[in-house]
């Protein structure tokens, strides 16, 4: 019997266990499993359900006639049973009452429980879920506004209880979320969820690729992990819902992703779907989506949870905006927080602003001595008026008005003495300074606004060019190798051509050599016939003597005559054309002798031509033949060694175009990751602008506060205090 848990242990594949469930009455002990019905496919085999780790079979029960959903894993898993029972545990804590919808799904794990040849493994028993996945039921329920929109607050709820008990599924997609009958979800599929007992331990899987942040890495394994993909299938319902079209332009039929892929989060400057979502003119779609494009570049573990965000009562919710310069801006009290959130951020999803450093005391306080002697003497001044005036001290300087001045000018000296008033100018100058020094909320949001659309439209043109230079790469590589291939076969072309006329080579060449033995026997044959042995007809000796003195001695040293004209005889000569070409004139050898010497020559070449060799012998031709089919070897070499230069400059022309095309990608990975340092420092201002923002709100309320305070220490207040007290 095997171990469940052993390290790296092998599993059966999805077929052996379909092998194996033909005969539930043999591999299972299970009593309610023993016997099991699998479904089966057209071909009566038990229909499995494949997946990265495990298959999962439908068997119902003949004990109970329940129906279960069996897992069988197929790849090892660390920990696995403790996994499951931690996971088990957790949700069998869950009070039903308190969940938003009923999504989690009882299971059993089963160790030991289905036999596969001679092992034993785990199986996990699970509910049947009568559902569809998510993908499904968008298909169907695309155009149903409403029912989309409340399937995402159902969605947003069922994230909330996740985020509640601490719990993390580690795999939102389009597959994990089953819509029932009712339009509620389930959620299936455990394998990497979270729970507050496994803390500490690692992941077993990085969930969806087409979900998850392009920050989430190895060791991410906690309750954030669910954060960045419950934004992306939020972000998909809410503009579905907004515009049911998305559904078409943005999802590929059966597409592993809803509406955005991992490459829209990698590379959001060239995405034409991101694009897309942000441009899209509810403010609700595009603020959602610019929120997704800046969470992409965050850790997990400070992205905002889609459940706080969100406020319960959507309902509720008001549009708290400012329109400024035909812009939509975040009103100060909403703490310049994208305009799509104004109204939905409840008050704990804001930071806490800092307070303010001073306070303006309210009033006064505390009666001096000076304050009684001041309260003493107003009565008594106003008495000595009265004297005064019953006196007849009319005159100036000491008339009946000087006690009341006497009594303004010590009460505004003994007014001026109090400590609330010097307080209360410090407060208001220091509060004044503080709020001075922090930028407007609303002029900063305009300023991030601009500033995030400038980095926009410049990395959408980086996108844009980095394609069209892929493209040029991709186009001159072509381009080169087209001229490569043009070369090969103009240089191959040219080889054939001469292997070709080989044959008429062969037969020009040895009709030569033919030619060439004849010439040559005619030659001999003329050397041998000596004009002093059998001269001519009226060629003597001395003749003979003379034109052996100029060269001419067999009938081979000449080759005829030529005339010439004797001008100073007015009779016609001849000179005789030597073999060399050199013509000699020879005393006593006039045009007749000349004719005469000629005639006897032609009589010997035509007597030799008779007798001269009519074909090659065998040696003579075959070396003739061997020189030419040395010559095809030469020429097959050539071919051949144009292939293989063909094939060194496509080489060539290869590793330039992916040496090109590492500089590129080099370039533009560079240029990626600036990008991403830039919108990291716009989430970065983002924030920082949201506690200014705050800030800013409090401080301003100070200041109002303590101006309404300071108006609060007047002279008629001061009057007051003295006599009241307050």
């Known amino acids: 019997m095997g171990s469940a848990t052993g390290p790296q242990r092998q599993f059966p594949s999805g077929a052996d266990y379909a092998e194996a469930l033909q005969h539930t009455q043999l591999c299972f002990q299970h009593p309610e499993l023993k016997g099991a019905r699998p479904e089966l496919t057209k071909l009566g085999l038990p229909r499995a359900i494949s997946g990265a780790f495990a298959s999962v079979f439908s068997l119902t029960s003949p004990s109970s006639g329940q129906r279960y959903a069996i897992k069988c894993f197929t790849r090892h898993v660390p920990d696995q049973e403790r996994r499951y029972q931690a996971i088990s545990s957790r949700l069998a804590q869950l009070d039903p009452a308190e969940l938003s919808q009923p999504w989690n799904i009882g299971f059993e794990y089963l160790p030991d429980a289905i036999s596969v040849g001679r092992d034993r493994y785990p199986v996990l028993k699970m509910e049947w879920v009568e559902a569809v996945t998510l993908s499904s039921w968008l298909d169907d329920n695309h155009t149903h506004r409403f029912a989309v929109d409340r399937l995402a607050d159902r969605f947003e709820a069922l994230t909330r209880d996740l985020a509640t008990h601490e719990i993390a599924h580690g795999?939102?997609?389009?597959?994990?979320?089953?819509?029932?009958?009712?339009?509620?979800?389930?959620?299936?599929?455990?394998?990497?969820?979270?729970?507050?007992?496994?803390?500490?331990?690692?992941?077993?899987?990085?969930g969806h690729r087409n979900y998850q942040s392009p920050m989430r890495g190895n060791d991410d394994f906690g309750a954030t992990l669910d954060r960045f993909s419950a934004w992306v299938i939020f972000l998909s319902l809410k503009a579905i819902a907004s515009d049911p079209t998305l559904w078409h332009r943005l999802h590929e039929p059966s597409g592993e992703?809803?509406?955005?892929?991992?490459?829209?989060?990698?590379?959001?400057?060239?995405?034409?779907?991101?694009?897309?979502?942000?441009?899209?003119?509810?403010?609700?779609?595009?603020?959602?989506?610019?929120?997704?494009?800046?969470l992409a570049f965050q850790p997990l573990d400070v992205l905002p949870p889609l459940a706080i965000a969100v406020p319960r009562q959507r309902a509720a919710a008001t549009t708290a905006s400012a329109v400024s310069g035909g812009r939509t801006v975040a009103a100060p009290d909403t703490g310049a927080l994208p305009g799509w959130m104004a109204g939905h951020v409840s008050p704990q999803a804001t930071s806490t602003p800092t307070a303010p450093s001073v306070t303006a005391p309210e009033g006064f306080h505390t009666r001096t001595l000076l304050d009684v002697a001041t309260a003493v003497l107003w009565p008594l001044m106003l008495v000595a008026t009265v004297l005064m005036f019953v006196a007849g001290f009319s005159a100036p300087p000491i008339g009946p008005g000087v006690p009341v001045l006497v009594a303004i000018a010590l009460t505004a000296f003994a007014r001026g003495r109090r400590a609330e008033r010097a307080q209360s100018r410090a407060a208001l100058a220091e509060l004044t300074n503080e709020l001075a020094q922090l930028d407007d909320p609303v002029k900063a949001a305009e300023k991030l606004r601009k500033d995030q659309a400038k980095f926009d439209a410049a990395?959408?043109?980086?996108?844009?060019?980095?394609?069209?230079?892929?493209?040029?790469?991709?186009?001159?590589?072509?381009?080169?190798?087209?001229?490569?291939?043009?070369?090969?076969?103009?240089k191959q072309r040219d080889i054939d051509k001469k292997i070709d006329g080989l044959a008429e080579e062969l037969r020009r060449a040895l009709a030569k050599a033919l030619t060439d033995k004849q010439s040559a026997y005619v030659r001999d044959q003329l050397g041998r016939r000596l004009i002093a042995q059998a001269p001519p007809h009226g060629i003597g000796p001395k003749l003979a003597a003379r034109l052996a003195a100029k060269g001419i001695r067999t009938a081979a040293d000449f080759t005829g005559y030529r005339s010439v004209q004797n001008t100073q005889y007015n009779s016609t000569g001849a000179v005789l054309v030597l073999s060399s070409g050199r013509v000699v004139d020879v005393h006593g050898i006039g045009e007749a002798k000349a004719i005469a010497l000629d005639v006897w020559r032609r009589d010997l070449v035509a007597a030799a031509e008779a007798r001269q060799p009519r074909a090659l012998d065998a040696s003579e031709r075959q070396s003739i033949e061997q020189g030419v089919a040395n010559r095809r070897v030469q020429l097959t070499a050539q071919r051949k060694a144009v292939e293989s230069e063909t094939d060194a400059s496509r080489a060539k022309v290869r590793k330039q175009m992916e040496d090109d095309q590492k500089r590129l990608t080099r370039e533009n990975t560079f240029a990626g990751d600036q990008a991403r340092q830039q919108r990291q420092e716009f989430s970065r201002r983002a924030v920082a602008l949201q506690q200014n923002s705050a800030l800013h709100g409090t401080l301003s309320a100070s200041v109002e506060a303590a101006k309404l305070r300071q108006r609060g220490l007047s002279f008629a207040c001061y009057l007051r205090f003295l006599y009241i007290g307050r």
């Open 171 to 206: 795999d939102l997609q389009h597959g994990n979320l089953l819509v029932a009958s009712d339009d509620t979800l389930r959620l299936v599929d455990y394998d990497g969820m979270y729970v507050p007992a496994l803390a500490g331990m690692g992941g077993t899987e990085r």
């Open 257 to 294: 992703f809803l509406l955005l892929t991992e490459d829209d989060f990698k590379t959001s400057g060239g995405s034409t779907r991101l694009q897309t979502l942000l441009a899209h003119p509810d403010r609700t779609v595009s603020g959602l989506a610019d929120h997704v494009r800046s």
């Open 459 to 490: 990395e959408a043109k980086r996108a844009a060019d980095y394609l069209r230079a892929q493209g040029k790469l991709t186009a001159r590589y072509h381009a080169e190798l087209k001229e490569v291939e043009k070369r090969k076969v103009r």
